[in-house]
Structures are given as C-alpha cells and as structure tokens.
Nanobody
Framework: QVQLVESGGGLVQAGGSLRLSCAASGRTFSNYVMGWFRQGPGKEREFVAAISWNGVVTTYADSVKGRFTISRVNARNTVYLQMNSLKPEDTAVYYC?????????????????WGQGTQVTVSS
C-alpha cells in the first residue's frame, strides 16, 4: 500500500502560479503511473494530468493544457503539478493518485491509491 501526501495548495490571484507536490511512501513509486485530479465545489472529481512511470509520457485535460505541467522525480518519490495562468475555475481540491498499472490513463477508476487533497483557491 502507498501513502500519498499533497502539499503546495493555497490562495492565489487569477493569473498567478502554484506548484503542488505529492510525496509517496510505501509501495515502489517508480513502477506506476501517477495522476492529478480535482474536485470543485458542487462538481464531480475530474482528471487533470497523468504521467508515465518514467516521465516520458504525459497527458492533460483540455482545460489545463498549455497552463499546467506534470512532472516526477522518482529518486525523491515525488510528483509535481506546476500550475500557471490560474483561473477562478481552477478552484478545487486537488488530489494526487497512483494507478495500479503502467499504462497512462485518465480514468479515476484506474487509480487505486489517493491522497487527502490540497485546496487551491483562485480569486478573480
């Protein structure tokens, strides 16, 4: 079993930037796809970004493409989400997740381990 702890959330003005971190412990980090999801007020949890075990393959939701960047440092058991040009509609709780396999996927059902989430609030 893996434990995931997110950090880096906060309050930022529209147009600003934040970098989220997710530290993993327990199960071997480098073997699995990692992803970021978010859940805004009154909304379903939605996919944001995912990265392959070696960082070579990444995929993004259309709503964040060109503004957000996912990366990982396996030696540190950490995955990051750099968020630039933030918009009020990016306001949400952001969750880090680890998939059960090696294929990059966007479906929450494919991610078996989740962190507790970190709040991101973007003011207009």
């Amino acid at each position: 079993q893996v434990q995931l702890v997110e950090s880096g959330g906060g309050l930022v003005q529209a147009g600003g930037s934040l970098r989220l971190s997710c530290a993993a412990s327990g199960r071997t980090f480098s073997n699995y796809v990692m992803g970021w999801f978010r859940q805004g007020p009154g909304k379903e949890r939605e996919f944001v970004a995912a990265i392959s075990w070696n960082g070579v393959v990444t995929t993004y939701a259309d709503s964040v493409k060109g503004r957000f960047t996912i990366s990982r440092v396996n030696a540190r058991n950490t995955v990051y989400l750099q968020m630039n040009s933030l918009k009020p509609e990016d306001t949400a709780v952001y969750y880090c997740a680890q998939s059960g396999g090696v294929r990059v996927t966007t479906s929450p059902a494919d991610f078996g381990s989740w962190g507790q989430g970190t709040q991101v609030t973007v003011s207009s």
